[in-house]
């Protein structure tokens, strides 16, 4: 009802401002009142068009701050989960508001939410993507995708891969904490993840650079004959929550560079498909005189879209002797592929980004990048073309389908068309690198000249991806679209050099599409974004019971309650079992021999909302956040003698700052 009152408000004031006469709508008069303004009743708060004035707003400004303005104490109505790019983080972003929710930390330690510390816990998660005994604490996070359930966002679980090392990770909604980190065991360059199938059976990753499977060294020379690229199948365990490695499976494919992938849905589900570039099979080297990559790999008129049939090669992975098992992961090579009708390739131009299925399942987007169109592909054209074997083949053995065969029709939209979006009301949304622009345009079905560029805005600056409302799913909602746009330049303060990314809010709910926000992204640069309605996350406002391992997402065996708290000694080894509430750390005092291995449990014995202690402890690389509920583990060797500070790092309460104590470790 508020919401309601709210848009009638706003078709009040942009009245006013317009001077537009609308009979049926009562005048509004002003009143000076907090209380929802009534338009029936008659009133405008006294000083809004004063304030309109003063600040300069345009009729369209009032329009895009009414659409975007969430009062103090109302929620938003989606979440965006965007990428953070370098920052190797998920970044939470409430819609239409835009206000950050929160940063999850994924491939990178974070102190505020004492991620990565501690030896133990979620530190042993990050671990979970060192690459041969090397800790990676960067990150390059590129894609999240939501877990989905007959083919829509079901709010549990969003996976998130890191381009520079192919690896995924695994965010649980319950807690927005990090789960796993899984390394590909023969990958070291990815980008076509993380993607899912309908019912996220898999979470789905592709290579971008080729290189040698397991990244064994051999000279560019033997690129064509040593060099790959590869399919993972990581398989997802709902019940666990977790990946399971074991069960997961690759598909070798050449080193064409793979780009974007999609999974495909309802008719369509069972297959995926991944764009590439670089059918050249250039090497570089244009120190020693080569072409440079840049024209190396763009010669070539059309790549090739990778068409493959995940769900035949999972039963193909099950067969004896259709596997080779490298580093310990299963891997259907590519004549083993080609026998067995899992692996196809049809031609695409030029050098293409993103491929996006259609809601329905029915069509595929090929955005050009290096060409100013979009090409749509029918599924069931490519379902016919496999079946009436009318191919050639590629260097490597695999079906070339016919490009008119598959084809369904062009679409000219500008220059560099990136990503692809869809509003389920037959609308189809484009994102113009080149041209700073957004294309809408018209799906057709099966009739070509019903697929029809609609409407250009400009968008600031360079947009990348693009991410409607509940955009990658059988049954979008339209109404947003947020324009991931890689530069800002002039739009907002100057921070020196490093600018922000400009994440711009459209409303795309309207007749004409325009732009109702500007965010600025000062923690890294999201590449992809998926926007779910709020009310599908169940999230938890403490833990489930006092003494909860989030890691386990189970109770924790080192649970401690009040008056359980001490200090076990077992010769070198020494445990500590703490706990923390208003305003205390029990115990206060801890002493220790130099030399002795320390681990230490501390159990936040809070039950209300929000009540959260974090937990440093000097001259120690560590940081704790422990929420309500938790038991948070960390290990030490206690290296040097000395008297030591700890306290808690939230303010908590009045004698926050009285929640310290002692560590004394005795030479
Ligand atoms: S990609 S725009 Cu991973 Cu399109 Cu960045
Ligand atoms: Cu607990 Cu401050």
Redesign the pocket.
Known sequence: MRRLIAIMFLVAALAMLLTACNDDEPEPTATATTAPVSVEGGGLPADALEVANARGLTPQDIRAALKTYVPSGKMDEYYLFTSGGQSGSVIVIGVPSMRILKNIAVFTPESWQGYGYGEVGSEAVLDGGNVDGTKIRMGDT??PALSETNGDYDGQWLFIND?ASARVAVVDLRDFETKQIVKDPNLISN?GSAFVPPNTEYVIQSSQYGTPLGWEYAPISEYKEKYRGLITMYKFDREKGRIDLENSFSIEIPPYWQD?CDAGKLVSDGWAFCNSFNTELATGGVESGNPPFEAGVSQRDMDYMHIFNWKKAAEVAEQAGKTEVMNGMRVIRIPTAVEEGILFLAPEPKSP??VDVTPDGKYLTVAGKLDPHVTIYSFDKIMKAIEGGNWTKDEFGIPVLDFDEVMLTQVELGLGP??TQYDGQGNAYTSLFLDSAIAKWSLGGEDPAGYKLLEKLPVQYNV??IAAAEGDTVSPDGQYLVA?N?WSVDRFLSVGPLKPQNEQLLDIGSDTMSVIYDMPMGIGEP??AQMIKADKIKAWEVYPETGWDPIAQAPSEFATLAGEERIERDGNNVTIFMTSIRSHLTPEHVTLNQGDNVTWHITNIETAPDATHGFDLGGQNLSLSIEPGETATFQFVAEHDGTYAYYCTEFCSALHLEMMGYMFVEP
Do not use: E, S
């Open positions: 590129h894609h381009k980008h974007l980004h993103g990136l990503h990348g991806h991931l890689k590449h992809y």
